[in-house]
Every structure is written in C-alpha cells, then in structure tokens.
C-alpha cells in the first residue's frame, strides 16, 4: 500500500463510525508486536515514550532528526498500516516538520498548541495542513489543545470555552480532529463534542479513564494512549526484576514475541 493509500485509510478510520483506538508505540519491535495483532488498524507514536528511550525528557528536547529516525523505523515495522506522528509543538517549524515526517512515510499527526496564542496556533495547523496539501498526501492532523492539560486552577467552564474556540477553529483551518488530552468527565466529554462536533473529537485513555465503548458512545472519534503504554511494558519489566532478584524465574507463559 502506497502513502496516498495508507493516508486515505487514516482519514477514513477517523470518520467512521467506530472509535479508531490506538496502542501507541515508541520503537521498531513495540510496532511490531502491535501490529501484529489483527484488531490493529493503524499505530500512533508517543514522542514522550521515544525520548524517553533516548534518554531524553518529553517536549522537543530530542533532536528532530533522531526523533524522526525512530518514527521511520516504526513506519517500516508497520508495514502497510497508517503510522500517525506526535510531533509535539512541530519543532519551531511545523509546516517543515510535516513535511520531513511524511518523508519518512507518516501520514497523520498530532501537532500540540501549548496554550500559544490563538493567532499563532491557528497559523501552526494551516501550515501543517499546506505542507501536506503540498506533498500530495492524504493526511490526517489531530490538532492538540493544552486548555485542560495547562488549565490549572481555572474553572472548568472557561477551560472548556477555551478548548471548544480553539478546536473549531483548528479544524476550520484543515485539521482532521481535535486532540483535547486530559482526565474528563463524561458531561465534559459530552460539551466538547457538542461544541467542536460529533467524531471530531480525540482523547487520551489514561488509568481509570472511560472504555472506547463508552467514549464511542459519547460522540468521540478517537482515542490514544501517549505514554501510559511504555509505563504498562516497564512496569512489568520491573515487577519481573523484582521477582527475578527474589529468586523467581522467568515466567512459564512469556512469548518470544522479539
């Protein structure tokens, strides 16, 4: 499957009806065990989980060109699936961050606004989205809002005022969806989508967060998982350390799955 393919089925898995649910992953082998499983559809990188396993902490301290390095290993190990980028904030530049990332064969992205002006973060996804009209590719951007990650003590009403102004106009400006990461309440899930539209709306799936089913229910398009899935690998890798220095073995059901 080509790009243009592999870009138009990530569009259409955001406008179905069904939730699009992602695993992300952060390295060749976790796309590879991801992308196996036949309940897969397409992956999601977490720029968090990537450098992280650099050594380096979240938020562009990375270098773009070993972030991107990772990213197309992972869009090789996913073979014919649409792989869909965190790009953070787009490294000062994101029409060109887009436009190298499709380079290596992205086809979606998430693009963070970090509470930046209105004006400013509005001119970020229209730049994503030319870049990619640009590159001939079907690309589907999960514009981020910060309102309730960076909200602080505000109050709830603003913060959703907040979110819902600065998701419609993203998605005036081209973006596919909104990503409004945060732990929410199903009545503020239901006044987000409301207020930015039904199945435009993008979530994270933290611990003690709402089933896909149930954000299905409630109008939302999509839901990833961000770090959480690197936290749920090497909380087992150290729960088995434990057990290991304790004097247990390897556990009888683990699969050579590398």
């Not at 898995?13 to 196996?36: K, M, Q, T, Y």
Request: glycine fraction near 12%; hydrophobic fraction near 45%.
């Amino acid at each position: 499957m080509d790009i243009s393919a592999r870009g138009r089925r990530l569009i259409e898995l955001h406008e179905a009806p069904e939730i699009l649910c992602l695993v992300n992953v952060w390295d060749a082998i976790s796309a590879r065990v991801v992308a196996g499983l036949p309940e897969t559809t397409a992956l999601a990188t977490a720029g968090h989980s990537i450098a992280a396993t650099f050594g380096y902490e979240d938020g562009e301290k990375i270098p773009l060109d070993l972030h991107l390095d990772m990213i197309g290993r992972i869009v090789a190990a996913a073979g014919d699936l649409p792989v869909s980028a965190d790009l953070e904030a787009g490294y000062g530049n994101p029409g060109e961050t887009i436009r190298r990332a499709i380079g290596v064969g992205v086809v979606g992205a998430n693009l963070e606004d970090r509470m930046k002006p209105l004006d400013e973060s509005i001119a970020a996804v229209r730049a994503a989205v030319q870049a990619a009209e640009a590159e001939g590719v079907p690309f589907a951007l999960n514009a981020r809002t910060d309102a309730f990650v960076r909200g602080g003590d505000r109050p709830t009403g603003e913060i959703l005022a907040d979110a819902v102004e600065r998701g419609v106009a993203y998605l005036e400006a081209g973006a596919t969806c909104v990503f409004v990461p945060g732990r929410l309440t199903d009545e503020e899930m239901e006044e987000l989508v409301a207020g930015i539209g039904d199945r435009k709306v993008s979530l994270i799936g933290v611990p003690g967060s709402q089933t896909p089913p149930r954000l299905q229910e409630l109008g939302v398009a999509r839901v990833s998982h961000g770090p959480w899935t690197q936290r749920i690998a090497l909380t087992a890798l150290e729960d088995a350390a434990r057990d290991l220095y304790a004097g247990g073995v390897v556990p009888s059901g683990t699969r050579p799955l590398n």
